[in-house]
């Protein structure tokens, strides 16, 4: 029994962290990198706004059944303990390590996306992107082996002026007068095959860019009150970022014509050279350093959680569950970070990060059906927060999964036939773990 006491995680966190690793584990460079893209596959200027709200109410819709689930099972690992209670032991495996990849590969693209923006405000520092990329992961390493609560400080911190930096963006975009809001022309190309696919392409980068909106629940078992703060977090976190998403597309669009936006691969630079000049490109990296510091910060928490449940219940090693004075799974976080420092050494990360929207709603569908098996099978568990108009924005959210899906096998194969290769090898790796826990 001691040992339990000992490798239980802290209840420490609060309501402003919650929100805050909401916005920081979901605002990245997505934002200032993909409407360029988006831009030139759709062309069309509702179309693209449209797009973004699709995908911020799918989001919504997902926030309302993670409310549920995550204050009826607040336990660590997030979506893992409750596809597992709802659909066994190897759907729970599978699903959990899908998110623990999905969520692992991120902190060693962030720390070499740092080092790169760095090195363009320091050009002299060129030769040494690696070794500040891995300074970077031992700094973040050291600050979060120190304890939860100063990892929650800062990103408390680095939230905050992420969202201060993109609001002063959007304000700047709309001050600005010299280029008159382009007319847009119809399109009547809607259902042309090349558009349906721009379209699925468009949702899997706009996914992808709102990836980490349920961040808080993998932080629930530390939550002082999950019942209250869960609920208010995700619902508010998640409105907070659709809105600065659909306004800084706009903004954009209020500077520089969709046709130019299309041509851009850094569609913020472009609008901030406009807006301030020549150091229009250094405010953008800095906003770009502001963003990524945030989302690193998260995504240095964010695994360790899933290991850590992942370990408790006999899918990892035991020590996964050592959690060190300052309530921190410190096993989890180590091997999470040599995990990091693996891939920034060999740099080969792109293939597995591309299909992370993939496997994300691979999980959240999952998610979704576990809430109405749970629903039908556990009537009596208790619920403080029950999703509204269950159980018909739980359905649509399946059936908005299942059609995403749909599109991105169709619009990406190669990242479907990793997914299906990795699900083929999870198997009996499944049933030798499930042997060693019964010894």
Not at 180 to 195: A, S, Y
Not at 259 to 265: Q, Y
């Amino acid at each position: 029994m001691t040992d339990s006491k000992k490798n239980q995680l802290k209840k420490s966190l609060g309501l402003s962290f919650n929100i805050a690793v909401l916005i920081g584990g979901t605002i990245g460079v997505g934002i200032l990198r993909t409407p360029g893209t988006i831009a030139e596959m759709l062309q069309n200027y509702w179309f693209i706004i449209a797009s973004w709200l699709f995908g911020g109410l799918y989001i919504l819709l997902g926030a309302n059944s993670y409310s549920e689930l995550a204050t009826m099972l607040p336990k660590a690992g997030g979506s893992y303990n409750y596809i597992k209670r709802a659909l066994g032991e190897y759907a729970g495996f599978l699903s959990g390590w899908y998110d623990y990849i999905t969520n692992a590969i991120p902190p060693a693209f962030y720390c070499i996306v740092i080092s790169e923006y760095i090195i363009i405000l320091f050009p002299a520092l060129a030769n040494y992107s690696t070794v500040m990329a891995i300074s970077l992961l031992a700094a973040f390493v050291l600050l979060h082996l120190s304890g939860v609560k100063n990892g929650s400080v800062i990103q408390q911190i680095t939230s905050f002026l992420k969202v201060i930096c993109f609001v002063a963006l959007v304000v700047a975009c709309f001050m600005y007068s010299g280029v008159q809001v382009p007319k847009i022309e119809t399109d009547t190309t809607l259902f042309q095959i090349g558009l349906i696919f721009g379209f699925f392409k468009s949702l899997q980068l706009i996914i992808g860019t709102y990836n980490g909106w349920n961040a808080v629940c993998f932080f629930a078992e530390e939550n002082e009150n999950p019942s209250k703060n869960i609920p208010k977090s995700l619902f508010s976190g998640v409105l907070l970022v659709v809105a600065i998403y659909v306004l800084v597309n706009v903004a954009f669009f209020h500077v520089l014509p969709i046709e130019t936006i299309a041509k851009s691969n850094l569609a913020a630079a472009d609008v901030a050279k406009i807006l301030f000049g020549d150091s229009g490109a250094k405010i953008v990296t800095v906003i770009s350093i502001f963003s990524l510091i945030s989302i690193l910060n998260a995504f240095m928490m964010i695994p360790p959680r899933i290991l850590y449940g992942l370990s408790r219940d006999g899918f990892f090693i035991k020590s996964g569950t050592q959690v060190n004075k300052g309530g921190t799974p410190i096993t989890a976080l180590l091997v999470s970070s040599f995990f990091s420092l693996f891939l920034i050494c060999i740099g080969s990360f792109e293939v597995l990060f591309s299909f992370a929207a993939f496997i994300s709603i691979i999980v959240w569908g999952l998610a979704y059906f576990s809430l109405l098996k749970l629903r039908a099978q556990e009537p009596d568990l208790p619920r403080p927060y029950r999703s509204f108009w269950y159980p018909w924005t739980t359905i649509i959210a399946i059936i908005a999964s299942i059609g995403l899906l749909a599109g991105f096998i169709y619009s990406d194969p190669k990242s479907f036939i990793i997914i299906v290769g990795i699900t083929i090898i999870s198997y009996p790796l499944f049933l030798v773990l499930s042997k060693n826990k019964k010894v």
